[in-house]
């Protein structure tokens, strides 16, 4: 998240808020939904079974009313008095009326020692026989008595029994067995109640058989006989279930009423869906504004920052804010701000880059007229120095004989004195020479400065029997042949002298590559140098030996690196006291070498 850019991170932000506050927003909302669905749901569902248990009560009243009017006419009591005879009016007493024909299965009339004397309709070919305790309870009741209810393939059916006679002496009894229909009113009527959803049960209070108002059906998976508030139930191939039963009075039966929880969920799984719906509606609106929000402000801020980091490259050219219709803004002056700093800077920098390049025409112009001066000083210092030392010489030589041993040993002094201070000078003439002159740089062969040094040294090479080893063939370089002429001269009479004298000098010339530029290695078997003195010994009149013990003037290491540096290169040594000294110039290395130019150098 932290490398991330502003423009990304802003609608990351904003969606995951959306997301998050609608997910909160729509996982509250849908339970409380779904709370007050599943209150409203089984509310109803306890009313309408307690109605149906109700209106079944009334409709099994009706039917015992109906029995008992029929067990009260004389056609059946006359017959149950005398069977044999009459048994045409009998059964014609028994037929139901044609617009209940449908529901009844049959008719019959039974003895009172409970055997079946006539029989009308299907029943008994059904199987449908009536239980003798039937009978037994219809003799005690002063009305029809409602039996359970019997299979019959895959119907169901139920006897309504009515005594004949008085409980005293019962003549016999009217079994009516009636088919289980489903009244559609009753369906209707518990579809507007509770939903579509709702099935309505009637069962044996035994649990034994239950019907759907058409047909046998398994019954709920627990005991609802006794239940009396709401059950709550898995039923096979539905699921989750809610139910209420109910007993019905005056009867062996039960009402069940079952709701499932999947349809009292469904419409707040609706709400639900639709939440989720403008949630993501939100989301990608939100998403789409943010992005072009975040568009507008980091547009500028790319801008912004891309004008700083070129201005922190030392570009002072861009500027942010030069806008026809600039932004009013945080952002607008900002860039703004940032411009007028910018031109600032530039002026200042500017400014600054004036007054230095003024002052170092300035010092340079003083340095070259102190160089100037000092050039012309040294150069008439040596007149009268001459003059000093050849008078003196001339002294020595034709007043030699006059002067006693003491006087002698002035005069002498007086020479070497006078040579001292003209070598002294003529180093620093050279020094100032090659400070001053104007070196035109070209490729050239090593070679040919090579050869002119080892020549400059000659006489310290054959003084102290020197062995000086260069390994040629040397790289062509950049240079100017004079000065790296010198250079190496004075770096190989180092070598030569800063060694003990009882030692021969070994010198050791050679040259590597190194990244496109050469180095010239000078390595010899001398005192060494301490490594905190390698830098002070490039100074001029730095020295670290006393003059007795190695003669010079502290300007030849001076004259080394002025000339390596006029030529675009580098000087450096690695020594240690003692283990001998390895000096060496970094010099451009050249691609070819123009003879021309190489022969024609210095
Ligand atoms: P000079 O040789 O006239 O003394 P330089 O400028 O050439 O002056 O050298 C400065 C000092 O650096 C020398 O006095 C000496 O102490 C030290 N030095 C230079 N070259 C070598 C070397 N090859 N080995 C040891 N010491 C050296």
């Given at each position: 998240?932290?490398?991330?850019?502003?423009?990304?991170?802003?609608?990351?932000?904003?969606?995951?808020?959306?997301?998050?506050?609608?997910?909160?927003?729509?996982?509250?909302?849908?339970?409380?939904?779904?709370?007050?669905?599943?209150?409203?749901?089984?509310?109803?569902?306890?009313?309408?079974?307690?109605?149906?248990?109700?209106?079944?009560?009334t409709s099994?009243?009706s039917l015992v009313a109906h029995l008992?009017s029929i067990?009260?006419?004389?056609?059946?009591?006359?017959?149950?008095?005398?069977?044999?005879?009459?048994?045409?009016?009998?059964?014609a007493a028994l037929a139901p009326p044609l617009e209940r024909a449908q529901s009844v299965a049959g008719v019959?009339?039974?003895?009172?020692?409970?055997?079946?004397?006539?029989?009308q309709g299907e029943?008994?070919?059904?199987?449908?026989?009536?239980?003798?305790?039937?009978?037994?309870?219809?003799?005690?009741?002063?009305?029809?008595?409602?039996?359970?209810?019997?299979?019959?393939?895959?119907?169901?059916?139920?006897?309504v029994?009515?005594?004949?006679?008085?409980?005293?002496?019962?003549?016999?009894?009217?079994?009516e067995w009636r088919w289980v229909v489903g009244t559609a009113r009753s369906?209707?009527?518990?579809?507007?109640?509770?939903?579509?959803?709702?099935?309505?049960?009637?069962?044996?209070?035994?649990?034994?058989?239950?019907?759907?108002?058409?047909?046998?059906?398994?019954?709920?998976?627990?005991?609802?006989?006794?239940?009396?508030?709401?059950?709550?139930?898995?039923?096979?191939?539905?699921?989750?279930?809610?139910?209420?039963?109910?007993?019905?009075?005056?009867?062996?039966?039960?009402?069940?009423?079952?709701?499932?929880?999947?349809?009292?969920?469904?419409?707040?799984?609706?709400?639900?869906?639709?939440?989720?719906?403008?949630?993501?509606?939100?989301?990608?609106?939100?998403?789409?504004?943010?992005?072009?929000?975040?568009?507008?402000?980091?547009?500028?801020?790319?801008?912004?920052?891309?004008?700083?980091?070129?201005?922190?490259?030392?570009?002072?050219?861009?500027?942010?804010?030069?806008?026809?219709?600039?932004?009013?803004?945080?952002?607008?002056?900002?860039?703004?701000?940032?411009?007028?700093?910018?031109?600032?800077?530039?002026?200042?920098?500017?400014?600054?880059?004036?007054?230095?390049?003024?002052?170092?025409?300035?010092?340079?112009?003083?340095?070259?007229?102190?160089?100037?001066?000092?050039?012309?000083?040294?150069?008439?210092?040596?007149?009268?120095?001459?003059?000093?030392?050849?008078?003196?010489?001339?002294?020595?030589?034709?007043?030699?004989?006059?002067?006693?041993?003491?006087?002698?040993?002035?005069?002498?002094?007086?020479?070497?004195?006078?040579?001292?201070?003209?070598?002294?000078?003529?180093?620093?003439?050279?020094?100032?020479?090659?400070?001053?002159?104007?070196?035109?740089?070209?490729?050239?062969?090593?070679?040919?400065?090579?050869?002119?040094?080892?020549?400059?040294?000659?006489?310290?090479?054959?003084?102290?029997?020197?062995?000086?080893?260069?390994?040629?063939?040397?790289?062509?370089?950049?240079?100017?042949?004079?000065?790296?002429?010198?250079?190496?001269?004075?770096?190989?009479?180092?070598?030569?002298?800063?060694?003990?004298?009882?030692?021969?000098?070994?010198?050791?010339?050679?040259?590597?590559?190194?990244?496109?530029?050469?180095?010239?290695?000078?390595?010899?078997?001398?005192?060494?140098?301490?490594?905190?003195?390698?830098?002070?010994?490039?100074?001029?009149?730095?020295?670290?030996?006393?003059?007795?013990?190695?003669?010079?003037?502290?300007?030849?290491?001076?004259?080394?690196?002025?000339?390596?540096?006029?030529?675009?290169?580098?000087?450096?040594?690695?020594?240690?006291?003692?283990?001998?000294?390895?000096?060496?110039?970094?010099?451009?290395?050249?691609?070819?070498?123009?003879?021309?130019?190489?022969?024609?150098?210095?």
């Amino acid at each position: 998240m932290r490398g991330l850019s502003i423009k990304l991170k802003l609608p990351l932000l904003i969606g995951a808020l959306v997301v998050a506050v609608t997910g909160v927003y729509a996982v509250a909302a849908y339970r409380a939904m779904a709370r007050a669905a599943m209150t409203v749901a089984t509310g109803r569902l306890t009313t309408v079974t307690d109605q149906l248990a109700q209106a079944l009560h009334t409709s099994r009243n009706s039917l015992v009313a109906h029995l008992d009017s029929i067990a009260q006419r004389p056609e059946i009591a006359r017959y149950l008095a005398r069977p044999g005879a009459g048994s045409t009016a009998a059964l014609a007493a028994l037929a139901p009326p044609l617009e209940r024909a449908q529901s009844v299965a049959g008719v019959a009339l039974w003895s009172a020692d409970h055997h079946r004397l006539l029989s009308q309709g299907e029943a008994p070919r059904r199987g449908l026989t009536v239980d003798s305790t039937l009978l037994l309870a219809a003799a005690k009741s002063d009305s029809a008595v409602i039996g359970p209810f019997h299979l019959a393939g895959d119907s169901i059916a139920y006897p309504v029994v009515a005594r004949v006679g008085t409980s005293a002496r019962p003549l016999g009894y009217v079994v009516e067995w009636r088919w289980v229909v489903g009244t559609a009113r009753s369906r209707e009527q518990t579809n507007q109640l509770v939903g579509t959803n709702a099935h309505i049960y009637l069962g044996n209070t035994g649990g034994d058989i239950w019907s759907d108002l058409t047909r046998p059906v398994p019954g709920p998976p627990v005991d609802v006989t006794h239940a009396t508030g709401l059950l709550r139930y898995d039923r096979a191939g539905v699921g989750p279930t809610y139910a209420v039963a109910r007993h019905i009075d005056g009867s062996p039966w039960l009402v069940l009423v079952e709701y499932p929880v999947q349809a009292v969920l469904a419409p707040a799984r609706i709400a639900l869906s639709r939440l989720v719906l403008i949630g993501v509606i939100i989301l990608v609106l939100g998403l789409a504004a943010t992005w072009a929000l975040s568009r507008t402000l980091t547009r500028p801020l790319a801008g912004l920052t891309h004008a700083a980091e070129t201005v922190a490259a030392g570009d002072y050219a861009p500027l942010v804010g030069i806008d026809p219709d600039p932004r009013g803004d945080e952002l607008g002056r900002l860039a703004a701000a940032f411009d007028t700093m910018v031109q600032r800077v530039a002026e200042a920098q500017q400014r600054l880059e004036d007054r230095v390049r003024a002052r170092t025409a300035e010092l340079q112009e003083r340095n070259e007229e102190l160089e100037a001066f000092a050039y012309s000083i040294s150069h008439d210092l040596r007149a009268p120095l001459r003059a000093m030392g050849g008078f003196s010489q001339a002294l020595l030589e034709d007043y030699g004989d006059k002067l006693d041993q003491t006087g002698k040993q002035y005069a002498e002094r007086v020479v070497a004195g006078a040579n001292t201070m003209d070598q002294l000078i003529r180093d620093l003439l050279s020094y100032s020479r090659i400070t001053r002159s104007e070196l035109r740089l070209t490729p050239l062969d090593l070679h040919r400065p090579m050869q002119s040094a080892t020549e400059q040294v000659a006489n310290d090479v054959a003084a102290r029997h020197a062995r000086v080893v260069v390994d040629e063939p040397l790289p062509p370089v950049v240079g100017h042949e004079t000065t790296l002429a010198q250079v190496l001269a004075n770096l190989l009479a180092n070598a030569i002298k800063f060694v003990p004298a009882e030692r021969t000098p070994d010198v050791h010339v050679r040259a590597e590559l190194r990244d496109g530029r050469v180095r010239v290695w000078v390595e010899d078997n001398g005192i060494g140098i301490a490594p905190e003195h390698h830098e002070r010994i490039f100074r001029v009149f730095e020295r670290l030996n006393p003059a007795e013990d190695f003669p010079g003037t502290g300007i030849g290491l001076a004259i080394v690196r002025k000339g390596v540096e006029r030529m675009g290169g580098r000087v450096g040594v690695e020594s240690a006291p003692g283990g001998g000294s390895r000096f060496w110039i970094d010099l451009s290395q050249a691609e070819a070498v123009d003879e021309r130019h190489s022969h024609s150098a210095g």
